[in-house]
């Protein structure tokens, strides 16, 4: 019997999938990296049995980088980026994703791709297909090689995809390809010189990356563009001549002028002057209109991410990261379309049907479906997918709090879009007093439409209601002159800010909430009440600072133009190469000149940021000069020498401290301690070290727990316990700057001891080992805070095995911390029995598991 294999993007995806193509009958079992359940059942492709198995991908299978030479900050020129070799690499090394596929392709007949109907779902196939067509069998022949398109998670949906296979498409996986490309070479280059640059001059611009991108720079553009609007405006003042009436019911009614307002005060209080000497208004003229309040068009990203943030008060990353949730969980359609448009055969009554059941919307449902369902508005068909729309009911206690929110959002607003427009009456009434002419308007509502499952569109409930009659003449009650200033406009919100990017092209509606997160992640903005998005200092600086050098590099239009030939690719209109090579050419150009006028940008820093002499506070003394090294506390953390004009890079996210004025052995820099809390990871480092390991098998940014020292009282020999039992390669050291709250944390993950909290010294004795290859800690308390059993000051023991230590060890994963880097390194000093992980004793084991449950 033949095979079949199909890869979805998501475990979750693949399960839902799996569900509805085997009606609830699969199988399921782990593939051999766990992650990604495989799910089997047996069915026919083509009119004949097949067995099918069903597992995923966890997104983007490799991703484009540099070769592993041109990753070297130090010793690669920037410029070098623009024409290095790149590579493909596993965008997920641990998960082993390429591996599990061909070994789950191994003599399959048929692949059937189920990735997400969008470039980035081609691209991610064809990875799929670089992965299993050596596995497969006759893996050359295209028609072995099938694409599932589909739009909702819904049994109809899928089983309709099943019987339309079609194939993946080249050319839109080419422009995605094309895409990483130029942003890979022209953001490093970019990223790399300014970053180096200024972080080598100023300490206080608080942002560990200073980056630019062809998308990111003019999304930072757009805000500071308006923050220098709001800079520029000077404000005017004007008055306003307001008078309130009084009706025949004794309502006090407040009348709008016509002239608006008046920029000369003298004019205005001659008005007001000639205004109070008269003591009635009269009414001239009473105008009725019927108008209407258009129900809204089909939902698409762009609309739903200006909805969430300014409705909701989600930031749109956040906001389409919970659209992925809902659709993944089977409760509305792909959340990434441009499209507004419902198509003629879409089914808008079965999935009304299945809303009406709810009690939240039942009832405008029911009343929607009594009065018969509106012919939705013609909106935008970009051909990618249908709208969002819900595909099945949930409730309240089906989803957390944000989810539910946006849920409810997207059925309100696909029932909006069936029903009919808000109608209402437009009253005005208009007054002459005087030579002067003032008016008031309110409006009657006649049907609430589309507003009845809007609320947050409906019209104002307090506008006041007041029967008048043509010319009918009221007492005027009060007439007086108020002062007002005009106002600049407000900085941008996110939801105006999204509109611009679609507007100029930048970005697509999968990258525009990633591009807007970045500018905040990389502290160019803030977002303040309102979700509006206030540049900071950093982000003014960079903008005015490109606009000086090149205005292309952060205008709109450069990314506009690019995004124009993408498209072109993906219609396979252009050439990939001819593209690529043109491009690059362009921004090459553009760097060089950027690199030669840096100075026109750094005359700004100059006045807003301090620099490296004249920041931090002095901390440790330099191997070199023995003069004090300062600490910049700012993003990114470092020490810096003004003497040696040297700066070493620390770690980051945590606190750094001198630690006993110690000095290393080999450099004679005084050591620091970095710590995230007492619940977090720590250890001492050497600031020379850390940035020019004095061991080949030492990595960059290694602290003293990595450090091959032989003799160092800090180091790995000394303090190396055993290996860690939840990581690979990582090894359990003490953290001799720890006292008197110990530690002992793994080199290489988040594991960590707190133990013998009070003691006064922990040892790791050197020649002493226990029997399940672990050193031996010698444990001194002084006897006044002594915590050892039987009131003893010294002990000897294993920290996993002696029974008498267990209560005075705590065992837990750090938080607030990650690690700073990936060691290969693996305990050298321990000698235990066998290569890898010690092995205790199997009457030792369920106490040592219990330390990691």
């Known amino acids: 019997m033949k095979t079949a294999l199909m890869v979805a993007e998501k475990p979750s995806l693949a399960s839902s999938l799996a569900n509805i193509l085997s009606n609830g009958r699969s199988n399921s079992r782990k593939s051999m990296n766990s992650a990604c359940p495989v799910h089997e059942w047996s069915g026919t492709l083509f009119g004949e049995p097949v067995i099918f198995k069903m597992t995923s991908v966890c997104g983007h299978v490799m991703t484009l980088d540099f070769n592993s030479k041109f990753n070297n900050w130090d010793k690669v020129d920037p410029e070098e980026l623009f024409s290095c070799p790149t590579e493909k690499k596993e965008a997920s090394p641990k998960l082993r994703i390429p591996a599990m596929l061909a070994s789950e392709a191994r003599g399959v007949d048929f692949l059937i791709l189920w990735l997400d109907c969008d470039k980035e779902g081609e691209n991610i196939c064809f990875e799929v297909i670089d992965a299993v067509k050596s596995s497969m069998k006759r893996s050359g022949e295209v028609n072995r090689i099938w694409r599932a398109k589909f739009s909702a998670i819904t049994a109809k949906d899928i089983k309709g995809a099943m019987e339309r296979l079609d194939f993946p498409n080249r050319n839109e996986a080419m422009s995605v390809d094309a895409r990483q490309e130029l942003d890979l070479r022209i953001g490093c280059s970019f990223t790399r010189f300014q970053t180096k640059y200024f972080q080598g001059k100023y300490g206080d611009l608080d942002s560990s990356l200073i980056s630019y991108g062809p998308c990111q720079t003019p999304t930072l553009g757009f805000c500071v563009q308006r923050h220098d609007e709001i800079r520029r405006f000077k404000p005017e003042p004007y008055w306003v001549i307001q008078v309130t009436i009084q009706s025949k019911d004794g309502q006090d009614v407040v009348l709008n002028w016509e002239k608006g307002r008046c920029f000369e005060r003298d004019a205005s209080n001659s008005l007001l002057q000639a205004l109070k000497k008269q003591q009635i208004a009269t009414v001239v003229s009473i105008t009725q209109q019927e108008k209407s309040k258009q129900r809204p068009l089909a939902l698409n990203s762009v609309e739903l991410m200006r909805a969430a943030s300014t409705g909701l008060g989600m930031g749109p990353h956040h906001a389409m990261q919970l659209a992925e949730r809902l659709y993944t969980q089977g409760y509305i359609s792909y959340p990434r379309t441009e499209t507004s448009h419902y198509s003629d055969n879409f089914e808008l009554l079965p999935a009304m049907r299945t809303l009406q059941k709810s009690n939240e919307w039942g009832q405008e449902i029911r009343q929607v479906l009594n009065n018969g369902l509106t012919r939705p508005r013609n909106g935008k068909d970009c051909g990618d997918h249908p709208p969002i729309t819900p595909t099945m009911l949930a409730s309240r206690n089906d989803l957390d709090g944000d989810s539910w929110k946006l849920y409810d959002f997207i059925v309100r607003h696909f029932i909006a879009t069936i029903s009919k427009d808000c109608r209402y009456y437009s009253k005005t009434v208009t007054f002459k007093i005087g030579s002067e002419m003032f008016t008031y308007n309110w409006r009657t509502l006649i049907d609430a439409g589309f507003t009845a499952i809007t609320p947050w569109k409906a019209l104002p409930k307090n506008e006041l209601a007041v029967n008048f009659e043509r010319d ?86 450069m990314r506009s133009t690019i995004e124009d030939q993408l498209n072109l ?14 491009t690059i050419e362009a921004f090459r150009q553009k760097y060089l000149y950027f690199v030669k006028s840096i100075e026109a940008m750094d005359s700004l820093f100059e006045v807003s940021f301090t620099t490296l002499a004249a920041s931090g506070k002095a901390l440790s003394r330099c191997g070199k000069c023995r003069r004090y090294m300062k600490l910049i506390i700012a993003k990114p953390s470092r020490l810096h020498c003004s003497h040696c004009d040297e700066t070493y890079n620390l770690p980051q996210n945590g606190n750094i401290r001198i630690y006993k004025e110690l000095k290393c052995p080999l450099d004679d820099f005084e050591l620091v301690t970095w710590s995230t809390g007492n619940k977090g990871r720590s250890y001492p480092l050497c600031p020379y070290c850390y940035n020019q390991p004095a061991f080949r098998d030492m990595k960059k940014h290694s602290g003293c727990n990595l450090c091959l020292h032989p003799t160092c009282p800090q180091g790995f020999y000394v303090n190396g316990i055993a290996s860690c039992l939840q990581c690979d390669n990582g090894v359990l050291v003490l953290d001799p700057s720890s006292g008197p709250k110990w530690k002992v944390g793994c080199n290489k993950c988040d594991v960590i001891f707190h133990l013998f909290e009070d003691a006064h010294k922990i040892t790791v004795e050197e020649s002493k080992e226990c029997d399940c290859g672990a050193q031996l800690l010698k444990i001194e308390y002084k006897e006044e805070r002594t915590r050892l059993p039987r009131d003893l000051i010294e002990m000897t023991g294993c920290l996993f095995c002696c029974e008498e230590f267990g209560y005075l060890v705590e065992k837990f994963r750090a938080q607030a911390s990650k690690p700073v880097f990936n060691s290969r390194q693996g305990r050298g000093k321990a000698k235990h029995k066998g290569k890898g992980k010690p092995k205790p004793p199997k009457d030792k084991m369920a106490q040592l598991a219990s330390y990691f449950v």
């Open 569 to 582: 690719i993906a219609k396979g209109e252009a050439n990939y190469d001819r593209v690529l090579r043109q």
């Open 472 to 557: 009918e003449k009221l007492n005027i009650k009060d007439a007086r002159l108020t002062d007002h200033m005009t106002s600049p406009p407000g900085y941008l919100t996110e939801s105006e800010l999204i509109s611009m990017m679609e507007k100029h092209g930048i970005g697509t509606d999968a990258s525009i909430p990633v591009h807007i997160n970045n500018i905040s992640q990389r502290n160019y903005v803030t977002v303040a009440t309102g979700r509006r998005l206030v540049p900071t200092n950093l982000g003014i600086v960079l903008v005015h600072g490109y606009q000086k050098i090149d205005k292309q590099l952060v205008e709109p239009t």
